[in-house]
């Protein structure tokens, strides 16, 4: 590879991370995720971002960021805390990346200056990138080990773009070690550092040099016959020791990489006059530059995202946010989410996303519905199928706040829902309480056929006319029903008695009572039932009615919609 | 004397104190608790589809009784619901077997076995008002409690249980138990405004208020609570209006009945996560 | 009576019935000046106690291809026509196993003779459309029935024919006629609730007095030959199907399911009577009626009924036949002068369905003597919608209440009727002269008619007649008893189940509380006095 | 984990209406353990009056000013009457006990005297009854003298309209006046009901605020009617502060159900059995009951898991057709736990009168269960059906309660001395409570 084609493209893909970086931190101060998060500025965002990491530099917050950096970015301690598995994954990854960074990517920069003598075919080097190598791959392993313990009986949420990065850091790791086994094996490889430190390619004269290479470094001499003599090797060895030893360790400390040059002996021929090791190298790096490249546009920005938003929590402890704060918050908290599932394993009504279908439910997916709504693109073309599910999703959230709490990186998830459903509302997604209640009784039940009858599986009571058979009409439902006595105007409070629910009903007329406001107002406190001397179950048929006005006015509301 | 304790959503992320205390007294009294993975108790999906709402209930009563014991919850809407849930799927066979073809994906199943306790009754049946009396060591003598019964343990009493649906007792005499006065007051059965909370604010506040008012005037100084919704809904009106206590100008404040034990028991208010 | 007023109109109606009321609409749309006599009120016979059927003419298909004809006509002109007063329920006709074979296999033969829209519902869809039809049932066909409210349509007749200048005088009794040779000069009227009388001079008398019909033409001196078949019907407490539903089978007793808007009304059963007193529904009826019907549909043998009610047929020209069922349904015009009289006509007989062919009818027959040439507007003319006539129909009084932004009380619940509505009700009634009672209101509303039949709306109307000052002193409670001496006429033969609680809570609420059977002639009208000493053994 | 109650009870009573709940108090006043089942249906349709007796024989409708002398002329004329077979000392002890507890459980009733009294009602009739709330009791004594009253009503109660009873008075109480006013806080609401307002008047300013409108309208009057709306669970405290803020005699009329009178009854009677340690179950479904020699096993429905209650005794207290006590189907009338025989009219066609307000009643009314002098239902052959369940309340035959105005009578009566007889047989001649 020529030198300028290498700078043109590490600069380039630099050049890129930087920018999506710059980019992606940009967002963290002008994504609005929360209808408090337009009444703040940009620049108020920026300023309340610099004027809060200035004054808990220089306050006694430096101790808890400085903890927060030791205890939950560096050591993971919330992971660690909640799933050793993955924690240990994600310390193999993260002490591996940083190790092949140190003593292989940045090894001329690095190591070459702090250790003069520094080669990366010498020990410790050698072996230090091999095991930082697998450190890297089976943390991976452990990490998707872990992720598959843990179903929710839904997709992860997923992008292409991670795939991809994925893929690319595959490569990169199986690239590099075949490119390092196949320097081993690679006969020229060997013919090409003798021409250059002994000045000879002669294989006769450097016959010792390739016994002992051939029997202890692993190079895959096909004109080498058996029976090397001893006396030969010694030779070698003290030929090596001369011109080969300052640069070269024995590659069996590359235990990776050995066991795969002896694998892949047989075709090292093959592979030297393919030129393996050239479109090796090109495939590592450029794989390396690509990786870098997308790194800011990938989940795994997270690894910028994580730490940042982990020293933030750690600087506010107390959780205590001006709006501006708490938009920046929230804007980063869509970067940080590693999107692992914990919060899905741990959600409360994972359960109900299973029976109603709507992964929307749970917290991973509702992160990533939150982010396109941040960044417009849930509602791009109307309120659609999967603008309900979200809906529908955000709205049965129960804030246990058991995703926070199982959150690694410490996202204030609780919020985010909140914040989202907000946002929701504000788009024409509000609470079912709410859409349903926007349009009169009257209204709906235009929209509605007024020959509709409810459906016996959903609502049991309503259907079936026993229920209403023994009312006597005697009123102690409404008369004991603390929402009607505490209506003041039928345009705010209640527009239907109880009775009057029920008689309709009975009247069949089910259009009139479901967008009623009775039937959503109604506190569910059992008052009527419990009164009515009759045993109508009265708030039974309540809840049922509001199953079914939320399904039918649904579809009313969203014609073709999933409801 | 041993349960599953269920504490549901609102406990753990709003009000922690009343796990908290919970676990102290029960502690104290010899009932120990078990923690299972339970999930939503259903309440919300009640809304939106029934089926959704009773098999969320179902799991988790299922997921009692492969441990082999009975439910316990501190809050009312998840006692009323798991109960609600039972009673059902015990009426409604069609719903019975949908419901057990879908514990069954999850290796679960209910046969109907699992009981389902209120904190109050509990105390005052299982453990016995007898031995709860006999845990008091500074009776908090003086104190005027207005109890909050919550409708969801008290009411649709066929379901719950719990106690005299028109004239219940049992928490006064919890109450008593500890030494302090429990006052009469004609809103003690209402409705705290809760669930309307959000389908219409003003309502519900209209509602909450009339109840505090009420307190007030009976000259109650705690308003005891033994529900998370209740207990949450009061002290946010409480600290949204000044005005409401201005009124009449006596203050009043939100106490968990498991708070008021402990204190009486002399557990320290932090203890009780106070 | 000293001098009693006289009053001149072209044409004299006796019966306020559907074809009175057609009639008077059809004279008045001609030009024709009339007063319409009825001894109650609009539709309190026959015209009122009925299924409330729009027949496609497929019930008369096999026995009397001309009444099918005429009914398949008819109900199509009233659709065109008179569409607010008709629901297009469709119609269904149901065989259950042990039904006439033959007697289905040709049905649709029958019916497409008589030009019948019929055709086969395969069992399993119906069941499906209308769950509440029998397991047993083993065919299906479907035909263009509609139920249609007669009391809306007679109110609404009249109140055209009442902006045309015609003439109502409710609770008036024609108690004589005044002969002058061939002619009858003039008739003698007896308000009911004034107890004075009046002469009427018309140049023409129709006699639509539907079952009164004879006794009538006895009294100006004709005769006709008729006979009485007594019908009971039930009426269901919610409703049972959305389609009518017929026994598909030579017409018998019960094989008829109306969808009455929010009730069902099941019946009727077919007796000979010789008179016309003392007209209720009995246990016996009630009994054979559920148990015929429930065979279509199961149902109703756990269903509650809430009310009953009779009707007396009129049948004409069949004195000699002992089932009333297999009499002539058709209708018939009596011109008197075979009785001597030059100027009075009586049209009686027929169905609600064929109600405006019978005025046309009687109306061509009154102008050719008249000497009045315009031609007959019914066929062609909508039936304007008064808006003080509407509140008979079921469920439209909450719908009405609903659009409006429930702004107003409720004096009704079980039928969810507003005060506005008793107010529009009694407002019109007062501007045309009468002095409305409850039973009135309850006529031209849903008042009354609802499951507490009654017990609790009856209060209210009353307080609210009161308040507005239009009752005074212990008329309230006059008009109370009244209404139910009404209403228990229909009550009682269907009072088991729930209906029985709903009754006796009624009365332990008017007679244990209110202790309105203690009603008196005292100063109060209250109760007599309290005994106070002790009592002798 | 199911956990079946297994806790035998001296006395389980089924029904919840006037009867069961005064056998529920009697029970437990004497010291028996008691469950008692059912909602309190019936008395929610009550008006809060307490009849006794005044109509006696229907057919004549004579009226009686003392309702012990038409209980003594009913004992001679109608001996199968359930009131016949009690003494009047029982009748009086069994009222004034109930009475006394239902003030100890904050309802009072005016001193219970000799006399029945005369009560006007919300479409001005007066009803003759025997113990009359203590909130209405003003109201008997100004019917009798009619002094310049004024009559209150609110926009939007629709059952009740003040106009209505000052016009059907007429002449009679010529010194009557009626006044409209708006209820605080309620002008946008088209509809009111009764126990809204009544809980409404508890709040001590919407009270005085109330007090405030009426004020300025009294001119003359020497008494104040209002429907009865004057506070629910405080009601004694709402009406004297009426009484106090106006002046004058307040006075509440009763009104039809559901009425604020009618819940009052309902919350103290459950107030005054739930404070003497009856076990309640509400809304339960009675699906079996089986008898052995000692106790009976009743099976309980509704709740999760259903539920079993073991009593010694059992009183059937479930009322007629409202209460479920007795059921009918086209045939025949049926009790509907046991399916004891009832005593009925032959047939359907003989129920009910043609005329609804018919003065000899209709004939279904009377039918009911047969009783042996123990209060004890009698079985096909005339026997007592088992030796621990007794009968008591509307549920029993010969009587037609609404006609005679003695349904409260009937209930109380008929409780205690069932009670008694339990007592009795439970633990012998001298009471558990030592009461002889």
Redesign the interface.
């Known amino acids: 590879m020529t030198p300028a084609l290498f700078r043109i493209a590490l600069y380039g893909s630099l050049a890129i991370c930087l920018l999506g970086l710059l980019w992606r931190v940009s967002t963290w101060f002008h994504l609005r995720v929360g209808p408090d998060a337009c009444n703040v500025t940009v620049f108020q965002r920026l300023i309340t971002a610099v004027r809060g990491a200035v004054s808990v530099t220089f306050s006694r917050g430096l101790v808890h960021v400085l903890r927060a950096f030791f205890v939950d970015v560096v050591f993971q301690n919330r992971l660690f805390a909640r799933e050793k598995l993955r924690w240990l994954g994600h310390q193999l990854i993260l002490t591996g990346f940083t190790g092949l960074v140190l003593v292989h990517a940045l090894a001329s920069v690095l190591a070459g200056k702090l250790s003069p003598g520094y080669q990366p075919t010498l020990d410790p080097y050698m072996f230090l990138r091999n095991l930082a190598g697998v450190m890297v791959f089976v943390g991976i392993a452990m990490v998707f080990a872990g992720r598959r313990r843990q179903q929710t009986g839904f997709p992860q949420s997923r992008r292409p773009i991670d795939a991809i990065f994925v893929a690319l850091l595959g490569t990169i790791l199986v690239s590099g070690f075949l490119l390092e086994a196949h320097k081993i094996a690679s006969p020229r490889a060997f013919y090409r550092m003798t021409d250059q430190f002994i000045g000879t390619t002669d294989p006769e004269e450097l016959k010792p040099l390739r016994a002992l290479w051939a029997s202890e470094f692993g190079v895959a001499f096909d004109d080498m016959g058996d029976g090397i003599e001893p006396a030969v090797i010694a030779e070698g060895r003290e030929l090596h020791g001369d011109a080969c030893a300052s640069c070269h360790a024995k590659p069996t400390s590359a235990f990776i990489s050995y066991t795969a040059a002896k694998v892949l002996a047989p075709l090292s021929g093959a592979l030297d006059e393919a030129r393996a090791d050239t479109w090796l190298l090109y495939l590592h790096l450029f794989a390396c530059f690509i990786g870098l490249a997308l790194l800011p546009f990938s989940r795994f920005f997270h690894a910028v995202a994580d730490p940042v938003s982990l020293l933030v929590n750690g600087a506010a402890r107390e959780r205590e946010f001006s709006s501006a704060g708490r938009a920046s918050r929230r804007a980063l908290a869509l970067d940080a989410c590693v999107h692992c599932g914990l919060c899905d394993s741990s959600c409360s009504v994972g359960p109900l996303a299973r029976h109603l279908g709507n992964p929307a439910l749970l917290p991973s997916h509702k992160i990533v519905a939150t982010g396109a709504h941040a960044r417009r693109r849930l509602l791009s073309h109307g309120i659609g199928p999967d603008a309900l599910l979200v809906s529908e999703g955000a709205f049965q959230c129960t804030d246990c706040g058991r995703c926070t709490t199982r959150c690694p990186v410490g996202l204030d998830l609780a919020d985010l829902w909140e914040a989202g459903r907000g946002d929701l509302a504000i788009a024409g997604l509000p609470a079912p309480s709410q859409w349903v209640q926007a349009r009169s009784a009257f209204a709906w039940a235009e929209s509605l056929d007024s020959r509709s009858t409810p459906d016996a599986p959903s609502a049991p009571l309503a259907s079936d006319r026993r229920t209403f058979s023994h009312c006597v009409q005697c009123q102690t439902c409404t008369n004991v029903c603390p929402v009607v006595a505490h209506s003041i105007d039928t345009e705010h409070g209640v527009d239907l008695t109880p009775q009057k629910v029920m008689n309709l009903l009975r009247l069949g007329m089910l259009d009139l009572t479901l967008g009623s406001r009775m039937v959503w107002d109604c506190a569910t406190c059992y008052q009527c039932q419990e009164n009515c001397p009759e045993g109508v179950r009265v708030t039974d048929v309540m809840c049922e009615l509001r199953g079914l006005a939320y399904h039918r006015l649904g579809s009313v509301r969203n014609p073709g919609g999933p409801s | 004397m041993k349960f599953a304790l269920f504490v549901g959503c609102k406990i753990p992320s709003r009000l922690p104190a009343y796990e908290i205390s919970t676990r102290a007294v029960l502690g104290r009294l010899g009932v120990s608790l078990v923690d299972l993975d339970f999930t939503c108790c259903g309440y919300p999906a009640r809304n939106i589809s029934r089926d959704a709402f009773v098999l969320a209930a179902a799991r988790n009563l299922a997921l009692a009784e492969r441990a082999g014991l009975d439910v316990l919850t501190p809050c009312k809407c998840c006692f009323g619901n798991l109960r609600h849930a039972i009673r059902f799927l015990g009426e409604d066979e069609a719903l019975r077997s949908r419901v057990e073809k879908a514990l069954a994906t999850e290796g679960l199943a209910w046969s109907g076995h699992t009981e389902v306790h209120h904190l109050l009754p509990l105390l005052a049946r299982k453990v016995g008002i007898d031995k709860v009396t006999a845990s008091v060591r500074l009776p908090q003598t003086g104190m005027r409690v207005a109890a909050q019964y919550g409708c969801h343990a008290l009411r649709p009493s066929n379901v719950t249980r719990f106690d005299n649906p028109m004239a219940p007792t049992i928490f006064e005499k919890l109450i008593r138990a500890t030494g302090a006065v429990a006052i009469n007051w004609p809103r003690r059965l209402d409705c705290c405004g809760d669930p309307l909370h959000e389908a219409n604010g003003p309502l519900s506040e209209r509602i909450t208020l009339a109840k505090l008012a009420d307190a007030r005037q009976s000259g109650a100084t705690t308003i005891c609570t033994a529900c998370p919704h209740c207990h949450l809904r009061m002290d946010a009106v409480l600290a949204g209006s000044t005005s409401a206590s201005a009124e009449t100008g006596t203050e009043i404040k939100t106490l968990l009945y498991p708070q008021l034990l402990g204190l009486a028991m002399g557990l320290a208010p932090e203890a009780l996560g106070m | 009576m000293a001098n009693p007023s006289r009053i001149e109109t072209q044409v004299l109606i006796i019966g306020g019935g559907v074809t009175g009321t057609a009639l008077v609409r059809d004279l008045a749309l001609r030009g024709v000046d009339c007063i319409l006599v009825e001894k109650d009120d609009i539709n309190a016979g026959a015209s009122g106690r009925n299924h409330g059927l729009l027949h496609s003419g497929a019930r008369y298909v096999a026995g009397d291809q001309e009444a099918a004809v005429e009914c398949r006509v008819e109900g199509e002109i009233l659709k065109r026509l008179a569409s607010q007063t008709i629901q297009d329920t469709g119609g269904f006709f149901v065989a259950v196993e042990g039904d006439d074979e033959r007697y289905i296999a040709d049905f649709p033969s029958h019916c497409k003779r008589s030009g019948i829209l019929v055709h086969r519902v395969d069992v399993a869809a119906a069941r499906e459309l209308e769950p509440a039809l029998s397991p047993h049932t083993i065919a299906v066909f479907e035909v263009p029935d509609a139920s249609i409210d007669p009391f809306r349509l007679s109110l609404e007749s009249m109140a055209q024919a009442r902006t045309l200048g015609a003439r109502l005088m409710r609770r008036s009794r024609v108690i004589g006629f005044q002969r002058e040779g061939r002619r009858i000069r003039a008739v003698q009227v007896r308000s009911m609730q004034l107890g004075e009388d009046v002469w009427i001079e018309a140049a023409q008398v129709v006699n639509a007095a539907g079952a009164w019909a004879r006794e009538v033409a006895l009294l100006a001196g004709a005769s006709i030959n008729m006979t009485y078949s007594k019908g009971t019907l039930l009426v269901t407490?919610?409703?049972l199907a959305?389609r009518v539903v017929n026994r598909l089978r030579p017409p018998g007793n019960a094989d008829i399911m109306m969808p009455g808007g929010?009730v069902s009304i099941v019946g009727t059963t077919s007796t000979r009577v010789d008179s016309l007193d003392n007209i209720?529904p009995?246990?016996?009826e009630?009994?054979l009626i559920?148990d015929e019907a429930s065979r279509m549909l199961p149902a109703l043998q756990?269903?509650?009924f809430i009310r009953a009610y009779s009707g007396v047929r009129p049948l004409v020209g069949s004195t000699g036949v002992a089932d009333g069922r297999t009499a002539s349904r058709g209708f018939a015009l009596f011109d008197h002068d075979v009785d001597g009289i030059d100027n009075l006509a009586t049209i009686t007989g027929g169905k609600l369905t064929t109600c405006r062919l019978m005025a046309e009818r009687a109306a061509d027959l009154v102008c050719r003597r008249l000497g009045v040439a315009a031609p007959c507007l019914t066929a062609i003319t909508q039936l304007p919608v008064a808006p003080e006539c509407k509140w008979t129909e079921?469920?439209h009084a909450?719908?009405e209440w609903?659009?409006t932004?429930?702004?107003?009380?409720?004096?009704c619940?079980?039928?969810?009727v507003s005060a506005s509505a008793v107010d529009t009700i009694y407002a019109a009634l007062v501007a045309a002269g009468d002095t409305p009672t409850l039973t009135d209101i309850g006529m031209r509303s849903r008042v009354g008619k609802?499951?507490?039949q009654g017990?609790?709306c009856a209060?209210?109307a009353?307080?609210?007649l009161?308040?507005r000052?239009d009752?005074?002193?212990?008329r309230?409670?006059d008009e109370?008893?009244d209404f139910?001496?009404e209403?228990?006429?229909g009550q009682?033969s269907v009072?088991?189940?729930?209906q029985?609680?709903?009754?006796?809570?009624m009365?332990?609420?008017h007679?244990?509380?209110?202790?309105?059977?203690?009603?008196?002639d005292d100063?109060?009208g209250?109760?007599?006095?309290?005994?106070?000493?002790?009592?002798s053994? | 984990m199911t956990h079946t109650r297994q806790d035998t009870f001296d006395v389980a009573v089924i029904g919840a209406g006037m009867a069961g709940m005064a056998a529920a108090l009697f029970a437990a006043e004497r010291g028996l353990s008691c469950i008692q089942i059912g909602n309190g249906g019936g008395i929610l349709f009550a008006s809060g009056l307490l009849d006794l007796m005044s109509i006696h024989p229907l057919a004549e409708r004579r009226k009686w000013g003392f309702p012990f002398d038409a209980l003594a002329a009913l004992a001679l004329e109608q001996p199968q009457h359930p009131l016949a077979r009690i003494d009047a000392t029982s009748v009086r002890t069994a009222f004034n006990a109930f009475v006394a507890a239902l003030g100890k459980a904050g309802l009072p009733y005016a001193p219970l005297g000799k006399a029945n009294s005369d009560v006007l009602t919300s479409i001005g009739t007066i009803k003759p009854t025997y113990g009359v709330p203590r909130s209405m009791i003003a109201g008997v004594k100004a019917l009798a003298q009619r002094p310049p009253c004024l009559f209150v009503d609110f926009h939007g109660l629709r059952e009740f309209s003040a106009r209505q009873i000052v016009s059907t008075l007429g002449d009679s109480w010529p010194a009557a006046r009626f006044q409209r006013l708006q209820f605080p806080g309620t002008e946008a609401v088209p509809e009111l009901y009764a126990a809204h307002l009544a809980r409404a008047l508890e709040n001590v300013e919407t009270r005085a605020r109330t007090i405030d409108l009426v004020k300025p309208l009294l001119g003359d009057a020497q008494a104040i009617g209002f429907p009865a709306l004057l506070g629910l669970e405080h009601s004694v405290e709402v009406h004297a502060a009426f009484e106090a803020g106006l002046g004058l005699p307040v006075f509440e009329i009763p009104t039809m159900p559901t009425s604020v009178p009618g819940l009052r009854l309902l919350m103290a009677l459950e107030a005054a059995v739930a404070t003497r340690g009856v076990s309640r179950r509400h809304h339960s479904t009675v699906d079996s009951i089986v008898f052995d020699d000692e106790t009976a096993t009743i099976g309980l429905i509704d709740s999760p898991g259903g539920e079993r209650v073991v009593a010694r005794t059992v009183v059937l207290a479930t009322g007629r057709f409202m209460g479920r006590g007795l059921v009918a189907d086209r045939g025949h009338v049926s009790e509907s736990i046991i399916g004891l025989p009832v005593h009925q009219p032959t047939s359907r066609n003989e129920w009910h009168q043609r005329d609804f307000l018919d003065p000899t009643g209709h004939a279904i009314n009377r039918a009911g269960l047969l009783i042996d002098d123990s209060w004890r239902p009698l079985d096909a052959a005339g026997n007592p059906a088992w030796p621990h369940l007794f009968a008591v309340g509307s549920i029993l035959a010969h009587q037609d309660w609404m006609r005679s105005k003695c349904g409260s009578g009937l209930a109380i009566a008929t409780a205690w001395a069932a009670v008694r007889q339990i007592t009795r047989q439970l633990y012998g001649d001298c009471d558990k409570a030592g009461e002889p």
């Open positions: 407490h919610g409703r959305q929010t209720y009995t246990t016996a009630a009994d559920v756990t269903m509650r079921p469920g909450p719908r609903m659009r932004g429930q702004a107003e009380t409720l004096l619940e079980c039928e969810m609802g499951a507490c017990a609790f209060v209210r009353v307080a609210h009161y308040q000052g009752f005074q002193a212990q309230g409670l109370i008893i139910f001496a209403r228990w006429k009682h009072l088991w189940g729930e029985l609680a709903q009754a006796e809570l009365e332990a609420l007679c244990g509380l209110f202790g309105e059977e203690l009603r008196g100063m109060h209250l109760c007599p006095p309290a005994l106070n000493g002790k009592v053994p």
